[in-house]
């Protein structure tokens, strides 16, 4: 790792400069909040805090950087799971909360234009009021749309539409050396060379910073539906998962839930849900522009679901049912930070696979002393697996926690899954980069990071061990 300058007060003085006096801040509130992300890790703290307002701000300011050997952390909400937000090496966590406008919404071509620090939330309201969609919906949408293209983010709609990197259609971006680049546009089609669109999304803020976004919208389906499933057993809603696509069915949303992620959720969402006395849940979204063909779907997923072990179908219609039903989903993460100690890997695997990995994965929970809890969006075999500590001492939790996800990995990938589907590698997944991709892709990983980042001070300490 390179040797970094440590900011002093003529550093200061000249970030001032660029930014505005206003705009940077070492008080310890302030530090405080941009030492954290919502991952489990210990803090690390920023010598400074830089709130810039415009891309001309954050190229002088990366340039400066750069020159001076100072590390830089992008940062939105901090809402990532994963450590990427955690400036390990000090230095400035560069906070893009206040790059917020939506810059443009084109109907003509579908497109939104937007700076990094605006809420997923935000252009979810500003595109739906028009009828239009973004369809991206991760589970946290007070997440931004910076933090959710560096990485990948996926969501609850993924199943249907894809992840974040199927909506981005440009970026504008400041390289740690200062340059701006603008990738892509609002072109539907562009085979132009090799696309480095491709190589921003998903980078975790290792190779730039992005300070403005176009995203493809689509047209907002007219009919929504929901089904919320109680089974009789884990393995019989996993099995359920793989009989709903079997059918043709197209959900926009198919969830996998366990009695205790519902009993945890209705504890901290402080309400009932349709039903918490029974082992695995399946919530089952189903969209259309026609009754006839919501009502198809709806008969096919709730005939198969019944069929598989279900022990009933609940049926939401209204949105405010199914609004109150994906407000519990959401919570899901809060619940289990609220009142438990615990880990998650965003374990994705082949969706055939499901009923075997949960076959495989369950028998950790008496291995290890521990609850392994899977929920997530099963409909893409993006199983969201927390460990949750037990009975384990301070110093024995770490080396449990540890030995409990490395073999969820491990079992991941004789199924031909991945370390990740949509938290990203950061700081806390690091060390299993190598198991999934081997030694040559780290190796040319690495090397796309130096040409970019020659000097290394972008996000250092991240996705390479």
Known sequence: MP???EIKPENRADIEAIVGEENVSTAPEDIERHSIDESPLEPHPPSIVVSPHTTIEVSKLMAYANKHMIPVTPQGSRTGLSGANHPVYGGIALNLEHMNKIIELDEDNLMITVEPGVLVMDVHEKTEEIGLLYPPDPGENSGTIGGNINTNAGGMRAMKYGVTRDFVNGLEVVLPTGEVVNLGGKTVKDSTAYSLIDLI???EGTLGVVTKATLRLVPKPLKTALIYAPFESVEDAAKAVSEIIRRKVNPFALEFLTQHAVVTIERYIERKLPDNSNPAYLLVGVES??????ETALE??????????????YLAETQKQQDDLWEARKAMADAYTAFYESDEADICVPRSKIPEF??????LEEKYGVLVIAVGHAGDGNI?????RQDQSDEEWPVVLEEAIEELIEISMELGGT???EHGIGYTKKQYLALKVGDKQVELMKGIKNVFDPNGIMNPGKVFP
């Open 3 to 5: 040797k970094y300058t």
């Open 201 to 203: 999304i998903g980078s």
């Open 289 to 294: 522009n026609s009754d006839t063909e919501l």
């Open 300 to 313: 096919t997923a709730g005939e198969a679901c019944l069929e598989l072990g279900a022990v009933e179908v």
């Open 358 to 363: 949960v076959e495989k994965a369950m028998p």
């Open 384 to 388: 969201h697996w927390s460990v949750v």
């Open 419 to 421: 370390i990740s589907g």
